[in-house]
């Protein structure tokens, strides 16, 4: 066999592995072994569908039940919290938002916290709490793109594009970032801008 038919045997098998652990709901397909031919072991490295994943791809019921395995991982709590109110569900939300105020990292508790008043439709108090996300941890893409949130709902999108923008700094593949950049973008009219995130 060529080298270009291992390549597409190893690529076949990892994407076999991949589809499994999707449908399955594994979490992880880890250390297989595949033989492309005698002697020549193609490991698939291991698989690992996040709750980021799940929700951009518009799996909700299952991006929330991959969280609730991860009921320690404040991230997660966080984008379940996202894909409830994707499915109108305000209260499971504000339940998960909830648990991150409970949480014992100043940046995810005001996080929660400006989330559940944005729910509640106090955006100034929504505002506020995000800044202090960002104040508490300036590394915490979400705590941008919290601000980000806010600030689009308060018709500021010059705020709301630079929050973004940091939010997708310090997280590139966070996809929802780019997105609503992109929007705020085109709501300032910066279609250069734009472009690089739609």
Do not use: C
């Not at 984008?79 to 109108?88: G, H, N, S, T, W």
Request: glycine share 8%; no cysteine.
């Amino acid at each position: 066999m060529s080298a270009t038919g291992h390549i597409r045997r190893s690529a076949i098998a990892a994407a076999a592995a991949a589809l499994l652990s999707q449908s399955s709901m594994s979490a992880s397909v880890a250390g297989t072994v595949h033989h492309s031919s005698p002697g020549t072991p193609t490991v698939v490295q291991e698989q690992h569908v996040s709750v980021q994943t799940l929700l951009e791809r518009g799996a909700l019921d299952e991006a929330v039940q991959r969280a609730e395995n991860e009921r320690d991982n404040p991230e997660s709590t966080y984008l379940a919290a996202q894909a409830f109110a994707k499915m109108e569900d305000g209260d499971r939300a504000g339940q998960q938002f909830a648990r991150l105020q409970e949480t014992g990292d100043d940046s995810w508790k005001a996080i929660g916290e400006s989330a559940t008043l944005a729910i509640s439709g106090n955006t100034g108090g929504a505002m506020d709490a995000a800044n202090r996300a960002i104040a508490a941890n300036g590394d915490n893409a979400y705590a941008h793109y919290q601000l980000g949130l806010i600030a689009s709902r308060q018709n500021n999108f010059q705020r709301a594009l630079a929050a973004f923008e940091r939010a997708i700094e310090l997280k590139p593949d966070f996809a929802y970032a780019h997105y609503y950049a992109g929007l705020a973008s085109q709501r300032i009219r910066q279609t250069a801008k734009m472009s690089m995130h739609l």
